[in-house]
T-cell receptor, first 110, second 118 residues
Framework: AQSVTQLDSQVPVFEEAPVELRCNYS??????LFWYVQYPNQGLQLLLK??????LVKGINGFEAEFNKSQTSFHLRKPSVHISDTAEYFC????????FGTGTLLAVQP | EAGVAQSPRYKIIEKRQSVAFWCNPI?????LYWYQQILGQGPKLLIQ????????DSQLPKDRFSAERLKGVDSTLKIQPAKLEDSAVYLC???FGSGRGSSYNEQFFGPGTRLTVL
């Protein structure tokens, strides 16, 4: 069965600092990988996705993620965060349904 | 393009009461999904419809939860009777295609309905 592990439940970071949110997955088959963002009292918004091709994926709002098959990881990065990036971030894996991790709260402080 | 609409946005009920949530997907989207998101967890798929047929309801607690999509457009999710552990955000999503097997179709999420069971 597929599963997704987000190692950090909360990541505090100062504004303009870089950030990495970690995601590891387990699957016996090829998968598609996603990062979603959820702002307070809102639904999920797709940040970026890996379906095939280049392992470095660029998304919206300056985020990027790198697919590493040998380490079964798909970590999310941003070189400089803003206060407005404060939100919950979910990593997800898709085979025939979306399986989500437990989420990481990115808390950007001034 | 209008997004996925859900109502109500918030609902508070007492245990053993009944509740229903409504979802209107993006126009033209054949597939509709209901997810349950408990506080501190990621969303979990409850049921997936393609048009008006059920594709996957393996994680739907069928003794108390039911869902329908009679005309293949909007959908209703019902809980009867509610339990304390049903407190969660219920998210509806839709996609253009079925996304089964190896294919993938992007899912677009609504704002959710926050249910509190007292």
């Amino acid at each position: 069965a597929q599963s997704v592990t987000q190692l950090d439940s909360q990541v505090p970071v100062f504004e303009e600092a870089p950030v990495e949110l970690r995601c590891n997955y387990s699957s016996s088959v090829s998968v598609y990988l996603f990062w979603y963002v959820q702002y307070p009292n809102q639904g999920l918004q797709l940040l970026l996705k890996y379906l095939s091709g280049s392992t470095l994926v660029k998304g919206i709002n300056g985020f990027e993620a790198e697919f590493n098959k040998s380490q079964t990881s798909f970590h999310l990065r941003k070189p400089s965060v803003h206060i407005s990036d404060t939100a919950e971030y979910f990593c997800a894996v898709y085979t025939n349904k979306l399986i989500f991790g437990t989420g990481t709260l990115l808390a950007v402080q001034p | 393009e209008a997004g996925v609409a859900q109502s109500p946005r918030y609902k508070i009920i007492e245990k053993r009461q009944s509740v229903a949530f409504w979802c209107n997907p993006i126009s033209g989207h054949a597939t509709l999904y209901w997810y349950q998101q408990i506080l501190g967890q990621g969303p979990k798929l409850l049921i997936q419809f393609q048009n008006n047929g059920v594709v996957d309801d393996s994680q739907l607690p069928k003794d108390r939860f039911s869902a329908e999509r009679l005309k293949g457009v909007d959908s209703t999710l019902k809980i009867q009777p509610a339990k304390l552990e049903d407190s969660a955000v219920y998210l509806c999503a839709s996609s253009f295609g079925s996304g089964r097997g190896s294919s993938y179709n992007e899912q677009f999420f609504g704002p959710g309905t926050r249910l509190t069971v007292l």
